[in-house]
Each structure stands twice: as structure tokens, then as C-alpha cells.
């Protein structure tokens, strides 16, 4: 881990899951505008004590960048332009603000090392399987990008997408076109993981070894539990009208 060898403090595994899930938890309990503009805030906070502030900056970006989507999904609809494309903006806004929060945990658990986070979730006493299951899911997500640019590379070179406008206004048939063949490809690679897996002998019950320390220290409990407070709190303030 780079973030280790410079002495830079980086939360342990375990602290990204929880994190990952109270951001989960929030953005699925809080429906407000201000509450959910001050869970990132406290994701920020989080990203700039662990010393992220290109992920904090990305955090912030996004945010705006999905609140400009989800503005200009309602104005369209207001308007009774294309109501296909105004309503799956305004949703792709609308679900893209309330999912920032978990992924960017999630992106930062995913660049744990493998060893770390099996040998994390082994002091949880999981089974073996289950924190297999987590690495392999994490390691997922950037084959999946992957597969998504080499598909779109694919349809550009047909004529398919080939500008903003053009996949607006043909968004279903676009989405369809990606949808299949990632579902397909997806699929396949996710048959030579299983079997890559079962090669590598993760099915050996020994107990995994991580050649970095884990443990859960004062910070990770400072991190994991202030951003549960600062949730009820929200939560709190919103269920009571002040929010």
C-alpha cells in the first residue's frame, strides 16, 4: 500500500466496510436536500483526514455535476420535452447524488490489498468464502469499466452513440446495445475468476496472512463512529422538521 510505505495513515479494512455502510444506510434513510448535502459533507471530512483530497475534490465535483443533471432532468420534464430522456436524467441525478457517498468509501476499500482485507474480515470470524467473495466483487468493478469502454469503442466504430445528442435521443436503444453484450462478457468473465479461483486454492481452509499489520486503531473508531453520530444526528433533525 503506497499510503502505508509513506506513513500515511489509512484506515483499516474494516473501516471502509463500515463506512460503506452507514453511507449506505444514510442516503437510503435521510430524503432530504440539506441532509444529504451534509452526509457528503462528512464524507468529505472523511476523505480529507485520511489525507484524500483528490478524492474529496472528486466527491465534490460529482456532486454538483449530478446535481446539474438531476436540475436539468426536472426542467425538461417541466417543460414536457421528451419525457423518456427528462425522466432518465432526472433519475440518473437524483441516483447518482445518493450513491457517491457509499462508492467512494467503497473505491477506497477496493484499494486495500487483497491479503489486508481477507485478513481483516477473518479477525470478524466470516467465513473464508464470504471475504473471498468481497475481494473478488471489488476487484470486479474496474473489469466492468473495462468491458464498458471496449463495448462503446466498439459501437462508436459502428456509428452507434457517436455523440451526446444522438445517445439522448436514442437512450433506449442505446442502453440496450450496452446492456447486452456487457451482461454477456460480464458473465464470462466472471466464469474464468471462478475458475482462476479454484485453481489458486482458495477453497484451502488455512488462515489467510496479511504482510501488513491490521488492526483497528483510535482513528478508524473516531472515523467509523463519527460518521454513524453525524448520520443520526442527521437523521435525527430531519425526522424532527429542522432539516
Not at 100 to 113: E, G, I, K, N, Q
Not at 213 to 219: G, I, M, N, P, S
Request: net charge positive.
Amino acid at each position: 500500500m503506497d499510503a502505508a510505505k509513506q506513513g500515511r495513515f489509512w484506515p483499516d479494512p474494516r473501516t471502509w466496510i463500515l463506512l460503506c455502510l452507514t453511507g449506505a444506510a444514510s442516503v437510503i434513510l435521510i430524503h432530504s436536500e440539506t441532509g444529504g448535502f451534509c452526509v457528503l459533507l462528512c464524507c468529505i471530512l472523511i476523505h480529507l483526514f485520511t489525507k484524500g483530497a483528490d478524492r474529496a475534490a472528486f466527491c465534490a465535483v460529482y456532486y454538483l455535476l449530478f446535481t446539474g443533471i438531476a436540475w436539468l432532468g426536472i426542467r425538461m420534464v417541466e417543460s414536457q420535452i421528451v419525457f423518456s430522456v427528462s425522466s432518465m436524467l432526472s433519475s440518473i441525478g437524483i441516483l447518482g447524488r445518493k450513491a457517491l457517498v457509499p462508492l467512494s468509501f467503497a473505491a477506497c476499500l477496493a484499494r486495500s490489498s487483497t491479503g489486508a482485507l481477507l485478513a481483516a474480515l477473518q479477525k470478524w470470524h466470516l467465513p473464508k468464502a464470504a471475504g473471498i467473495a468481497v475481494a473478488v466483487l471489488l476487484r470486479f468493478f474496474p473489469t466492468i469499466s473495462g468491458e464498458y469502454q471496449a463495448i462503446r469503442s466498439s459501437q462508436r466504430f459502428r456509428g452507434i452513440g457517436t455523440g451526446v445528442f444522438h445517445t439522448l435521443f436514442h437512450l433506449p436503444s442505446t442502453v440496450e446495445y450496452i446492456l447486452i453484450p456487457l451482461i454477456l462478457r460480464t458473465t464470462k468473465v466472471a466464469e474464468e475468476l471462478s475458475a482462476s479461483m479454484t485453481v489458486r486454492g482458495v477453497r484451502f481452509s488455512g488462515e489467510t496472512v496479511s504482510y501488513r499489520e491490521v488492526r483497528f486503531t483510535r482513528k478508524d473508531a473516531v472515523l467509523s463512529g463519527g460518521m454513524a453520530f453525524a448520520a443520526g444526528i442527521i437523521f435525527s433533525f430531519e425526522r424532527g422538521g429542522i432539516l
